[in-house]
């Protein structure tokens, strides 16, 4: 992508422009990426470790897991709490509560099951994840684009 010559770019600025367009371009498919990423955790951290016998789940906090370009440069990880409805069940209201401050957006909730910090590590794993593989998932989103940040 960021070749220069004849054919290709045919001075420093516009190869320039074209490596920003595609790093930039290459933060859909890491969000994509990181979004299933994301679900894989807290499906194994809150949905696997029991099977509720009072009601019957539906998956909206789990789904509503996204992530938003929010520059060239930026994208944020939240979730989408339009994509989740509170509504009256024969137990009461279904509860929900903030997973844990410091997150990109206010929206971030979670079903409230356990007191004993469990959505805090879950928080913290997450956030580990996002640390630790939203580098190697971009730069090979990059280089699929034929950027190389190595």
């Known amino acids: 992508m960021a070749r220069y ?17 595609g790093m930039s371009e290459a933060l859909v498919p890491t969000g994509d990426i990181m979004v299933e ?31 938003n370009k929010t520059g060239e440069t930026e994208i944020e990880f939240y979730f989408d709490d339009n994509a989740i409805t509170v509504s009256a069940q024969d137990s009461g209201w279904v509860a929900h ?13 979670t079903d409230v099951w356990s007191s004993d910090g469990m959505h805090d590590d879950i928080a913290y794993e997450v956030k580990r994840y996002i640390r630790d593989e939203f580098p190697k998932i971009y730069r ?9 940040l190595e």
């Open 140 to 148: 090979q989103c990059c280089k699929s684009l034929g950027i190389s």
């Open 97 to 109: 509560k903030y997973l844990q401050d410091g997150w990109t957006t206010e929206s971030m909730i």
């Open 5 to 21: 010559g004849r054919g290709y770019y045919t001075d420093l600025s516009s190869l320039i422009a074209g490596l920003q367009k």
């Open 37 to 67: 990423g994301i679900k894989d955790i807290i499906k194994q951290r809150l949905y696997d470790v029991y099977e509720p016998s009072t009601y019957d789940r539906t998956y909206q906090v789990l789904n509503s897991v996204s992530f």
